[in-house]
């Protein structure tokens, strides 16, 4: 079924916000969002969720999609250690969800939300092979094979950033985490230095771009993906790591891979909302 058939919700149920939208016949409406009080019992945060569906409205909505931030049985709906809410550790939401509201409720995790996301609304559209990257304060990714989401029996496919790279993981080094272990500043510090052409903060972001590009040339040798997409805080400084990054995967063992390679970037603000609605209708 297409998205512009049928009206679904998607929720993005974050590690501090959780945000609410109704994506009606294709398209994203009203989203109503609160706070996520990290240290509140499954309930209250449950109490949360049903506030904000009531703002954006559940009439003809015939499914729920929910993106977290931790693993998912997927076929048994159940939630395990959810990052940065310490009270949800094995929480049976699609059941509690599908009993309270009475419909189709289908739960995932957000990086898988986010290739979703793109493969139907942004710009994974027309690819088979898809690599959704996030780049934030981790070093993770969605993946879509054959056209349908590679997850996992746990949704834990795709977690780059827990290889072993250096003396440590691609984590430590590829992502977020990387600013303040080499440079004692936050990367957004270091960002604006480099808009101001502070050479220190450039070279940074260089040393920055080669190790990106090795997490990448790993992501090659494991999927080979026609396209990779970009999301995460860390994307808006690409211009001062790009050259570095496509740099170190120009050493990749199979030439003939790098150059069909496309690297683009997320350009949807609420990816993270219309890929958990795909959950409802995508090949999953």
Not at 11 to 34: F, K, P
Not at 71 to 94: E, H, T
Request: aromatic letters at 10%; hydrophobic letters at 40%; glycine letters at 16%.
């Amino acid at each position: 079924m297409s998205s512009g058939e049928h009206n679904y919700i998607g929720i993005d149920l974050g590690g501090t916000q959780v945000r609410v939208g109704a994506v009606r016949g294709g398209q994203l409406g009203e989203i109503a969002s609160a706070r996520v009080n990290r240290e509140a019992p499954v309930a209250e945060t449950l109490e949360q969720i049903d506030g904000l569906l009531g703002e954006v409205g559940l009439e003809g909505i015939q499914g729920i999609g929910v993106g977290v931030p931790g693993l998912v049985d997927v076929a048994q709906g159940m939630v395990y250690d959810l990052q940065n809410i310490p009270a949800w550790v094995k929480v049976p939401l699609k059941s509690l969800m599908e009993e309270k509201y009475g419909l189709p409720v289908q739960i995932n995790n957000d990086a898988n939300c986010f290739v979703l996301g793109e493969k139907q609304f942004g710009k994974g559209r027309g690819y088979q092979t898809i690599v959704g990257l996030i780049i934030g304060t981790g070093f993770g990714s969605g993946v879509v094979v054959g056209g349908r989401l590679h997850q996992g029996k746990n949704c834990g496919a795709g977690e780059f950033g827990m290889i072993g790279y250096l003396d440590s993981h691609y984590e430590m080094y590829a992502a977020g985490q990387f600013f303040p272990r080499r440079a004692g500043q936050t990367g957004e510090e270091l960002y604006a230095k480099a808009l101001a052409g502070d050479p220190q903060a450039l070279e940074i972001f260089r040393e920055f771009g080669g190790h990106v590009g090795n997490g990448i040339k790993t992501i090659l040798y494991a999927y080979d993906p026609e396209i990779i997409i970009i999301g995460g805080t860390v994307r808006t400084a690409f211009d001062y790591f790009k050259a570095a990054m496509w740099s170190a995967i120009g050493t990749f063992a199979f030439p003939e891979s790098v150059k069909n390679l496309k690297i683009e970037l997320s350009e949807l603000d609420n990816i993270a909302i219309l890929g958990a609605s795909t959950l409802c209708y995508s090949e999953v």
